[in-house]
């Protein structure tokens, strides 16, 4: 069993930033952000292969970036230039069989952390 620990979220201005980080103690294969707001379907906005290649959603492009740190697997997303509608509860999930084609998919993931929170509000 894989346990996933989200860090990070927060409570910033429209404009701000925040980095979240996500634990993991195994070698995946992929892990990926997806987070869910109050009422609407959980949906990735980015997910990471270990072979380095990445995939956005087009609402984060140019704005969030994920990355995995070399000397662990520990998952980071850092979100910039947030906005309003970047609210949600931000769920790191993680698999160790997945395609690159299906990156943002969440059927492509089997372990899911607990989530952390995020919101933009002025």
């Known amino acids: 069993q894989v346990q996933l620990v989200e860090s990070g979220g927060g409570s910033v201005q429209p404009g701000g930033s925040l980095r979240l980080s996500c634990a993991s103690p195994?070698?995946?294969?992929?892990m990926g952000w997806f987070p869910q707001a109050p009422g609407k379907d959980r949906q990735a906005v980015a997910g990471s292969m270990v072979d380095e290649h990445t995939a956005y959603a087009d609402s984060v492009k140019g704005r969030f970036t994920i990355s995995k740190a070399d000397d662990s697997d520990t998952l980071h997303l850092q979100m910039n230039s947030l906005k309003p509608e970047d609210t949600a509860m931000y769920y790191c999930?993680?698999?160790?069989?997945?395609?690159?084609?299906?990156?943002?998919?969440?059927?492509?993931?089997?372990?899911w952390g607990q989530g952390t929170q995020v919101t933009v509000s002025s």
């Open positions: 195994g070698s995946t294969v992929c």
């Open positions: 999930a993680a698999s160790y069989g997945c395609s690159t084609s299906y990156l943002l998919q969440e059927d492509e993931y089997r372990y």
